[in-house]
């Protein structure tokens, strides 16, 4: 029997056809962006830069304060996540889950995810304090991420910014010393 015999004829199968590629696309979109989905390592806490980055705009210095003055960006302390969580939804399991390390006084054991190896001598002060290179630049668009995927950066990725920008070459200067 031909698709035009079928009840509704070549109509029902464009909307099956429509509906198939509804579903498949919604798959996609849980299994590429929902929290706990595949995108990177489970985390103690199912954090979302995407709802703290993006939709409540918390700027990235606020949770990692010491971007422009050392090598690390920093965690925030869970203490810190307290200042709104305390009042906002202070009884969602995963802030409860929180709640736990605050009231145990020791850190939320996150994985690590930007890895740079340990012969680079990276800070982030000259890229973000003196260059003004946004955090998406090396970092992507964080605040479109639930959870964020590891990076291990590689010297070709530093090589290309540094040239596009017309940065120190010098390996001893720049990052070796």
Known sequence: MAAADW???????????GATA??????????AVYPGAGIGPRQP??????VHAGVKRIPCRFCHPYVERSAHAGLPTVKKCFYCHAHVIPSHPEILREKGYL??????????LFVV???????????VA???????ACHGAVATMDRLRPVKFQMGFCIGCHRARGAQLDC??????
Not at 7 to 17: E, V
């Open 7 to 17: 009840p509704g004829g070549r109509r029902a199968w464009a909307a099956l056809g």
């Open 22 to 31: 509804v579903l498949l696309g919604g798959l996609f979109y849980v299994y």
């Open 103 to 112: 009231e145990a006084r020791v850190p939320v054991p996150w994985v690590r």
């Open 172 to 177: 001893w200067l720049a990052c070796h010393h």
């Open 45 to 50: 806490i199912s954090f979302s830069h995407r």
């Open 117 to 127: 190896p340990d012969h680079v001598k990276f800070r982030h002060q000259p890229h």
């Open 130 to 136: 003196w260059a003004k290179i946004d955090c998406s």
